[in-house]
């Protein structure tokens, strides 16, 4: 039995280190990235999606920050030893994590919302004006109070028999009780991520698939320059050439298909993490007695949480992307 806890203290050390290394190696290629991307993009203010864009880079500059600042101090610096608690830290870097995740991913379903509205009712939001910074606003009221439970429930427990085994943070059930805690943590996964991406998606596909605006009327007719002279009845008349209409429609087509990319991909990217927290919350891989079982979730668990670390990168490249339409649309 001693045979078999070393072992599994030995993965378990192995799987931390390797984690380590990819978190700093995110970290460091991804935090200034975000930097750079957000200085490129202060130029384009009057787009309706810079408030949205930059509240989503912000979040998930805190949400890798604050995974990499846990990772720096309790590997080399060590600047929480002798004067905040263990616990402390984990609390606030669970709330700062929780927080961070929930906001960034209904920011994503606010902003695509408001291109739909955009599109299909264009007279209207141009009315209603720019109501980003009040919906941004309330987006984070809405995450910091949704995550309030996560200073509750969360504390430090050990790996091993006692402390010097190493300690994680996690859910502690002696407050709720395990039952209570699985639909907690079923509803927590499903609102923070399962939602906003269906959301998500719904959002896109409905602008990528319907031709014509939602509403009864068109507030005006679109007719090509070249039909001008078979429809001089209609007035009034708004002249716009065939090509510049072709080009508009295959541009936001490619906008479009590109942001049901990255939903797609950053769907991939979260869905084993969240997946497995789900399955070990049902199943308690994490406390098994059976340290073979163990063994196989800390691997289990390294490989997803590496998966999960690979959407940050994916960030910036995104809004470079948007940046080379914001410049299109310009020139």
Not at 160 to 172: K, L, N, P, V
Not at 305 to 327: A, E, R, S
Request: charged share 20%.
């Amino acid at each position: 039995m001693d045979t078999e806890q070393e072992a599994f203290i030995k993965e378990w050390t192995a799987t931390s280190h390797l984690l380590y290394y990819t978190v700093i190696c995110v970290s460091v290629v991804t935090l200034p990235a975000l930097v750079f991307m957000f200085v490129i993009l202060r130029k384009y203010k009057k787009s309706n999606y810079y408030h949205f864009l930059c509240s989503i880079m912000a979040g998930n500059f805190v949400l890798l920050a604050t995974i990499f600042s846990n990772v720096i101090s309790d590997r080399n610096v060590m600047l929480f030893a002798g004067i905040i608690p263990g616990v402390v830290v984990c609390k606030l870097s669970a709330f700062l994590v929780n927080t961070s995740s929930f906001f960034v991913h209904w920011a994503w379903v606010a902003m695509y919302v408001q291109r739909f509205l955009h599109v299909f009712f264009p007279l209207r939001a141009h009315r209603a004006g720019d109501k980003s910074k009040e919906v941004i606003g309330v987006l984070f009221a809405f995450s910091v109070i949704s995550q309030l439970w996560t200073p509750i429930l969360i504390t430090e427990l050990s790996v091993g028999a006692d402390e010097s085994s190493g300690t994680y943070c996690a859910e502690d059930p002696r407050i709720f009780g395990e039952t209570t805690l699985k639909y907690l943590i079923f509803f927590e996964c499903f609102m923070t991520f399962f939602l906003p991406f269906v959301l998500t998606v719904i959002a896109d596909f409905s602008v990528l698939i319907m031709r014509s605006p939602c509403t009864t009327q068109n507030a005006f007719t679109l007719i090509s320059a070249d039909e001008i002279v078979h429809n001089d009845e209609k007035s009034p008349l708004k002249i716009v050439h065939k090509s510049k209409i072709m080009f508009d429609m295959r541009r936001r087509n490619e906008a479009i298909r590109r942001c049901l990319l990255l939903a797609t991909v950053t769907l991939l990217l979260n869905l084993p993490n969240y997946s497995l927290q789900l399955i070990d919350e049902f199943n308690h891989f994490r406390e098994s007695s059976d340290l073979s079982i163990r063994r196989k979730f800390v691997r289990a668990d390294a490989i997803v949480y590496i998966i999960y670390l690979l959407q940050f990168p994916t960030v910036p490249i995104y809004m470079y992307c948007l940046k080379t339409d914001f410049d299109r649309t310009r020139s």
